[in-house]
T-cell receptor, first 111, second 115 residues
Framework: GNSVTQMEGPVTLSEEAFLTINCTYTATGYPSLFWYVQYPGEGLQLLLKATKADDKGSNKGFEATYRKETTSFHLEKGSVQVSDSAVYFC??????????FGAGTTVTVRA | DAGVIQSPRHEVTEMGQEVTLRCKPISGHNSLFWYRQTMMRGLELLIY????????DSGMPEDRFSAKMPNASFSTLKIQPSEPRDSAVYFC?????????????FGPGTRLTVL
């Protein structure tokens, strides 16, 4: 079946540091890949997505590239801010319209 | 545009009581999903509907849980009777299925506490 494995947290960084959250997946066919972000007390929001191999999703300074050869979709940001403190979820979308979520990675950015 | 609307935002009830959570999906979306989030188990899909029809309810934990979608603009998740272990944040999400892309839009969630 489909599954997503993402880097366990928590991750604590200083402002302006480089952030990477690893995500790998197992799937049949050609899934879509997503990163969602959840700020404290809120629901999940779509951060970025990629629908086919070699696509790069980007938003708010975050980027992730769909790598079919390594079955990965790692999230990166070159310079984080305090406002980036949140829980980040990697997700895989399959043809049955469901999303398979990773366990989530809590990121805390200190000023 | 209004996003997914959930009510109530917070619910505190006593064990054995009936709880009903409500969701209004984004207008024009044809799929609706109910999730439960806890520290221990993370985010779990409970059930999802496509065009108001339940497609997969394999995530519903027990017969105490039931969900309905009487029309395209409203869904309920009911727990009867509630138990302390049902305490969690329950999210509703909706999606417009087109071209195989299945981005879901989440509501703010209902935080349920069962005493």
């Amino acid at each position: 079946g489909n599954s997503v494995t993402q880097m366990e947290g928590p991750v604590t960084l200083s402002e302006e540091a480089f952030l990477t959250i690893n995500c790998t997946y197992t799937a049949t066919g050609y899934p879509s890949l997503f990163w969602y972000v959840q700020y404290p007390g809120e629901g999940l929001q779509l951060l970025l997505k990629a629908t086919k191999a070699d696509d790069k999703g980007s938003n708010k300074g975050f980027e992730a590239t769909y790598r079919k050869e390594t079955t990965s979709f790692h999230l990166e940001k070159g310079s984080v801010q305090v406002s980036d403190s949140a829980v980040y979820f990697c997700a895989l979308g399959s043809n049955d319209y469901k999303l398979s979520f990773g366990a989530g990675t809590t990121v805390t950015v200190r000023a | 545009d209004a996003g997914v609307i959930q009510s109530p935002r917070h619910e505190v009830t006593e064990m054995g009581q009936e709880v009903t959570l409500r969701c209004k999906p984004i207008s024009g979306h044809n799929s609706l999903f109910w999730y439960r989030q806890t520290m221990m188990r993370g985010l779990e899909l409970l059930i999802y509907f496509n065009n108001n029809v339940p497609i997969d309810d394999s995530g519903m934990p027990e017969d105490r849980f039931s969900a309905k979608m009487p029309n395209a603009s409203f869904s309920t998740l009911k727990i009867q009777p509630s138990e302390p272990r049902d305490s969690a944040v329950y999210f509703c999400a909706s999606s417009k299925l087109a071209g195989g892309q299945n981005e879901q839009f989440f509501g703010p969630g209902t935080r349920l506490t069962v005493l």
